[in-house]
């Protein structure tokens, strides 16, 4: 394997790795660590073979666990180290070379991101005490969005919350909304494409991609706005937290919590927050997935019209995410509610690319806008940001 860059995703109780080789043609090594600083925390990974292994790691911390993860690398070093970091306020407008300055930027971001960015932290510190002598980036969720204008980025507040307290949209999964978009502009030959991109996972959103560039995304402060998600209520009516704190006395750490966790499709069906079981379940005839289905597809839909006010022209729409990567059930009902756009859709390439397979599922007429089913790779992507920021910096 030549020159990998070491990909790390920490979070509070589990650390995500990925080994990627500079070429793209080899194989990676990835895995993760789960219940970090438990005493059943175990490594999960696979072989350079594809193989699944497994090791026990009683009370492995942060740093134990990093090192277990060396020791599965086969005997590979990292040339690099990339870590994805969730906010970046608007202090990082790209990746950033970890240095202290940087953390300590990152550490005052802490507020708009109190549960993930402490955890990312942990990740630096530990890989910084480890491998010293390695190069560090932070790749941010938040950067690719910071080219988003005032009137997209703006909530209609008083003005000091914006100027004090950084209270604005600031959009997540943006490694995601990048890389696929870069990869329709290069699927289409277009230089610079006109792209609706929808990223469909447990966390879900949208975005409006002009030549590389977002100019608008359906999450916001937090990755609580836009769509509705596996267990995330997206959009609700802003007086919703004011009616249940009056008329039900739900503390604020209630509702936060029903809202992140207890809503979406799982508050919807009152059954999954799992796409698949959904599927199965309504087509056995279930009421209540059958209308978490309709509700998401629609809200996707209404999210996708809503944003194409950013784009002078529609080049095409881009599903990614595991729900956008499998499920040609929600890409159809999507479609179907977007008339107006003038998609057509090829239903047998809708039903054939699935299972991680890349392609193209409109008619192919020469008019309408594409339709792409791009499988993510937010890993690959922090890879190539860590090496471009790397290569510019020692050029
Ligand atoms: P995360 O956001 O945690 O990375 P993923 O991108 O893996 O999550 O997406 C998880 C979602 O993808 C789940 O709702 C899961 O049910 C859905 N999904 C995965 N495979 C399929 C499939 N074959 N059909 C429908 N939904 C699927």
Redesign the pocket.
């Known amino acids: 394997m030549n020159d990998p860059v070491l990909v790390i995703n920490c979070g509070s109780s589990s650390i995500k790795y990925a080994l990627v080789p500079a070429d793209p043609g080899q194989p990676r090594l990835t895995g993760l660590v789960e219940r970090v600083g438990e005493h059943d925390a175990r490594l999960l990974g696979h072989d350079s073979r594809g193989e699944r292994f497994e090791r026990a790691l009683a009370d492995a911390g942060h740093v134990e666990a990093l090192e277990a993860i060396l020791d599965g690398l086969e005997g590979h070093r990292p040339v690099a180290v990339g870590h994805r970091v969730v906010h970046g306020g608007e202090h990082f407008t790209r990746a950033a070379l970890l240095d202290d300055a940087v953390v300590a930027a990152i550490e005052q971001t802490a507020a708009l991101a109190p549960l993930h960015n402490p955890a990312n932290l942990q990740g630096v510190a530990a890989t910084r005490q480890l491998f010293p002598e390695l190069p560090q980036v932070a790749v941010f969720d938040t950067a690719f969005h910071q080219s988003l204008p005032a009137r997209a980025y703006r909530y209609a507040l008083p003005e000091a919350l914006y100027r004090d307290h950084g209270i604005r949209r600031y959009g997540f999964h943006g490694t995601s909304h990048a890389y696929v978009s870069a990869r329709a502009d290069a699927l289409s030959s277009l230089e610079g494409g006109n792209w609706l991109t929808a990223h469909l996972?447990?966390?879900c959103s949208t975005a409006a991609v002009r030549e590389g560039r977002s100019l608008d995304t359906s999450m916001g402060l937090t990755p609580l706005e836009g769509l509705v998600m596996?267990t995330r209520s997206g959009d609700v009516d802003p007086g919703l937290h004011a009616h249940l704190g009056r008329q039900l006395s739900w503390t604020l750490e209630r509702i936060d919590e029903v809202l992140n966790r207890g809503s979406g499709l799982l508050g919807l069906s009152g059954l999954s927050?799992?796409?698949?079981?959904l599927?199965s379940a309504a087509e056995a005839g279930h009421a209540g997935a059958r209308l978490a289905i309709e509700v998401f597809c629609y809200r996707i839909a209404k999210s996708l019209a809503g944003l194409s006010c950013a784009l002078p022209r529609l080049d095409g729409i881009v599903f990614t995410?595991?729900?956008g990567e499998?499920?040609s059930l929600v890409r159809g009902k999507v479609v179907d509610h977007l008339p107006h756009f003038g998609l057509g859709l090829d239903r047998k390439a809708n039903a054939a690319t699935?299972g991680g397979r890349e392609g193209r599922i409109d008619g192919r007429h020469p008019a309408a806008p594409r339709l792409w089913v791009i499988p993510t790779d937010e890993e690959g992507r922090i890879a190539e940001e860590t090496r471009q920021l790397l290569g510019a910096a020692t050029r």
């Not at 927050?273 to 079981?277: A, G, S, T, W, Y």
């Open positions: 996972g447990n966390g596996g927050h799992d796409m698949r079981e599927e995410g595991g729900i499998n499920s699935v």
